[in-house]
């Protein structure tokens, strides 16, 4: 299934998400089992097509779940269980940040966690940066690998999140 398509929206990775959102309430307003007051009127059909649009909805209002449906209608699948091997400097970089995280965790040093945070975060924006280039260029393997790593990095910064968390309190 084409989200955009869907939603009647341009397939590409910079979206107007206000459009977006326009867009699934009127056609929520059709499907929706809210909108029946005769429920013999409401089918299979209408309520398989409010889910699809629920579904459609949250993958292309966020960033990372749209690079991903773009690469999967351009037959690059992502398989977020899937163990990356990603070039040796990435690889690097993450075992340092992983290194650097255990680290003062141990020490209760919310400080230099704050500093990996706001490290990884500059990154991770200009990976996104990146992305959204890429797929602008339809250079969709160059963009998967990128997606990669930006999983990653999303992942490492909920950790981190987490970790600062439990030392404030």
Not at 91 to 97: G, K, R, Y
Not at 112 to 128: C, F, G, H, P
Request: proline share 1%; with cysteine; glycine share 0%.
């Amino acid at each position: 299934m084409n989200y955009f398509k869907l939603f009647n929206l341009p397939q590409k990775f910079e979206l107007d998400v206000n459009n977006l959102t326009s867009q699934y309430y009127n056609l929520q307003k059709k499907f929706h089992p809210d909108s029946y007051q005769d429920k013999n009127i409401y089918t299979k059909k209408y309520l398989e097509k409010s889910m699809l649009l629920n579904q459609g909805y949250q993958t292309l209002k966020n960033m990372l779940t749209r690079a991903e449906h773009l690469l999967f209608l351009n037959n690059y699948k992502v398989d977020k269980k899937k163990k990356i091997v990603f070039n040796a400097k990435f690889l690097e970089m993450q075992i340092e940040l992983f290194e650097r995280l255990e680290i003062h965790k141990n020490k209760n040093n919310k400080h230099e966690i704050n500093k990996i945070l706001l490290e990884v975060s500059q990154i991770e924006k200009n990976y996104i940066k990146k992305l959204k280039n890429f797929c602008n260029l339809e250079k969709w393997k160059i963009a998967h690998s990128i997606l990669y790593k930006l999983l990653f990095l999303t992942k490492f910064i909920k950790k981190t999140k987490k970790i600062q968390h439990e030392i404030i309190n």
